[in-house]
């Protein structure tokens, strides 16, 4: 069975004082959480081998660059805002 490229993943992230969503830890699927140490770069992106398009997030984990999407929900009210995805290595 093939696992999919696309994973699903935890995120504490925190708005700054002017509304920027800042993604902080990144929670993986077996439970390992790892914190962002830097941001570098945040544009409108596809996942070209996951599938899916969103925010595409640039960020540094431990010295190493990864990159991290947040798929919006089509729905613009309520709690449901979107999920956050990685692409499997």
């Known amino acids: 069975m093939q696992q999919s490229d696309k994973v699903y993943v ?3 992230a925190a ?8 993604p902080r830890r990144v929670k993986w699927e077996d439970g390992s959480t790892y914190t962002i140490d830097r941001m570098l770069d945040v ?5 070209h081998k996951a599938g899916g398009q969103g925010d595409r997030y640039t960020i540094e984990i431990n010295g190493k660059e990864s990159y991290l999407f947040f798929e919006r929900t089509a729905k613009q009210s309520g709690l449901d805002v979107g999920r956050w995805f990685v692409e499997r290595k």
Do not use: C, S
């Open 10 to 12: 935890a995120v504490i």
């Open 15 to 22: 708005f700054d004082e002017a509304g920027k969503l800042k």
């Open 43 to 47: 544009r409108p992106a596809a996942a």
